[in-house]
Every structure is written in structure tokens, then in C-alpha cells.
């Protein structure tokens, strides 16, 4: 029987799993490092340099993210000097993007304003004229690129390489160019980007965002998230409908944090921007029956349901319960199709029972 193995991180004597890093330790006790570049779901870059905490027994702060616990390893809790170095380097990470916290967040939410108002700042410096270039031209219908915003974090790019293993995008050019940018510079239906919208998603500065909600002209902390499941599948991917009260309009959709829903914070091209037919003025709202003069006119559920069950029952009455055949669609959740099966066979007795999905 092997002994338990401890870590001291900010005086909290912590057991610890084999690879695990301070960061994930800590987390596992509710102890706060803040990260700017860091999603559970990537491998850690350790490049934005916020979680720096110092470990008794080495010169040089090492990053939380990316530092494995060892055994009787001792994290000091956050010293002047980490202190310093979080203002610091919110600082820089300031001057290279909007450091106005409202116009920055004129559409996404910002985690890097959000971290320097929660941990302060070395004071708000001269903005960096930054070179780094952008992809005007890009067409795609989507997503939009805007340099200004970016920190270079690199969690979008690594996003597209590591969940969706299509590295449509990547770092480009050296120094204070680096930017974000595709092969050759095409637009992103050119590549090989699946546009699920997942380099919005972990973006801390709003410097990928969407076109749609960004025309709308709404932040998204003005807009009320509803979450529902998503319609376009039966995989049961939860989302977050961003809506706009006062127009009493759907502006967007987001995904859940990671590790809450069963698409851990991932959503397809679909469901995170196929949200249009809400608001298109051919969309049904009412169930549809035919009048005595064969027109399809607006009724309520009761009514509708109740002209199915009798029709059915007409049917197998007449002909028999395998005249009556039963199809379902993938756009349904699973539990939906398990009870249009349940029906045909509990309710009416036949096997005839089909799912589009299958052909």
C-alpha cells in the first residue's frame, strides 16, 4: 500500500494525482490562479504569464498551467512579487488591445478586462501601435478576425488544432506581426475550417467574434442567455440562446462553459450559427389542418393532436396496425425517437418504425 502523496499550495496541504499540475490541484480545492490562456480542454502554452506562482526552492516563477506537482512540493501563496508580475503583464496585455473596457466588449466579453479589474493593474500604459495584420478580405459569412483585439494567446489556434483537428488557422509572421492568420491568407471557406465558431468561444478579447451579432450591435452582456437543447441532431448539445429582449429577438448562440453539458462547451457550424429561421417570416408557428375546402388553416395543439389520434386509429381500424408506419428524424433527441418507436409498437403494434439517420 503505497503512502498518499502531499502538495502545499498557499498553506492547503493537497493530495495530488500523478501528472497533475498546481493549477489543477488548486482548482480541485477552490484556489484561484487566474489564467488568460488556459482551457482544461487544450494543452497548456503557458503564454500569457498570469499564472506565475512561486515554488520554494526555484529562482524563477514557473506557470501554474504547465508546472507538474511534485511530492512536498511547497506553492507560496501570492507573494509582492507574483503580485507585481499579474499587474505587469495585465498591463502589457492592455496596451496591446482596446484598454477601454466598454468599446472592447462591444460584442464578446473580455476575460483579460475582467481579470484586471479583479487583480489590478501596473497602471494603464501607452497603447502599442501594433502591426499586426488582419484578413479584411475573408468572406466567410461567420467569423470575423479583428487584429487590434488580439493578444496572441494562441487558444484559438490551438482550439482548431487540438478539438478540431483541422488547423485552419494558425500564428503567422514573427515579433510584434505575429497574428492570426490562414495559409496564403484565404478566407476561411477556402481552408479547411469546419466554421463551428469554437475560436469565438475561447477567445479572451473579443478579437474573433461573429459578424451577425456583431452588425446587431448588442453586447453580449445586455442580452439574456436561455439555455435549450439544440434542434439540429439528436446528440442532446446544449446551448445558450443570446436574446435580446427588447426586440424580442434570438441575436446569437453560445455554448455552455466546458465540462457543464454533454458537448463540453463545443458546438458545429449549425448549431452555433444556423439560428436565422427563428425570425424568417415563413417559419410555422401554429399547427396546420385542413378546413372543409382542403385549405391549410391555423389550429390549436388540441385540435391537431386530436385529428392525428383519430386518423391513426382509422387507419389500423380499417386496415390493420401494419398499414400505419412511423418515421422519426435525427433533427429529434434521442429520447424523442425512443418514444416515436414506443408509440408504433406499444401504442399501435407494428414494427414499421423508421429513423432518417438510417439510410
Known sequence: MTSKRFVIIDGNELSFEEGETILQAARRAEIEIPTLCHDDRLTPAGACRICLVEVEGANLMQPACATRVSPNMVVRPPTPRVTRNRQFTLSLHLADTIQDRALAEDSNPSRLHDLAERYGTAGQWVPVDSPRPGRPSDDNPYIQFRP????????????????????????????????????????????????????????????????????????????????????????????????????????????????????????????????????????????????????????????????????????????????????????????????????????????????????
Open 148 to 359: 487590434d483585439r488580439c493578444i496572441a494567446c494562441s487558444l484559438c489556434t490551438r482550439y482548431c488544432d487540438q478539438i478540431e483537428a483541422v488547423s485552419a488557422i494558425t500564428l503567422a509572421f514573427k515579433g510584434a506581426k505575429t497574428t492570426i492568420s490562414t495559409a496564403d491568407e484565404r478566407s476561411l471557406t477556402e481552408t479547411t475550417c469546419e466554421l463551428c465558431g469554437g475560436c469565438i468561444d475561447v477567445c479572451p478579447t473579443g478579437a474573433m467574434t461573429e459578424k451577425a451579432a456583431l452588425a446587431w450591435g448588442k453586447p453580449e452582456m445586455d442580452l439574456e442567455k436561455v439555455r435549450t437543447t439544440c434542434n439540429f441532431c439528436g446528440v442532446g448539445c446544449q446551448v445558450d440562446l443570446n436574446v435580446d429582449r427588447a426586440a424580442n429577438r434570438v441575436v446569437k448562440v453560445t455554448s455552455p462553459p466546458p465540462g457543464t453539458t454533454v458537448n463540453d462547451g463545443n458546438l458545429c457550424v449549425k448549431g452555433r450559427f444556423a439560428n436565422d429561421f427563428i425570425h424568417h417570416p415563413d417559419r410555422l408557428q401554429d399547427p396546420l389542418v385542413r378546413n372543409e375546402a382542403g385549405e391549410l388553416v391555423a389550429t390549436s395543439w388540441d385540435e391537431a393532436l386530436d385529428r392525428v389520434s383519430k386518423a391513426l386509429l382509422s387507419v389500423a381500424d380499417e386496415h390493420g396496425n401494419d398499414a400505419l408506419a412511423f418515421i422519426s428524424s435525427s433533427r429529434c433527441t434521442g429520447e424523442e425517437n425512443y418514444l416515436m418507436q414506443k408509440l408504433a409498437r406499444a401504442g399501435f403494434q407494428t414494427h414499421n418504425v423508421h429513423q432518417c439517420a438510417a439510410t
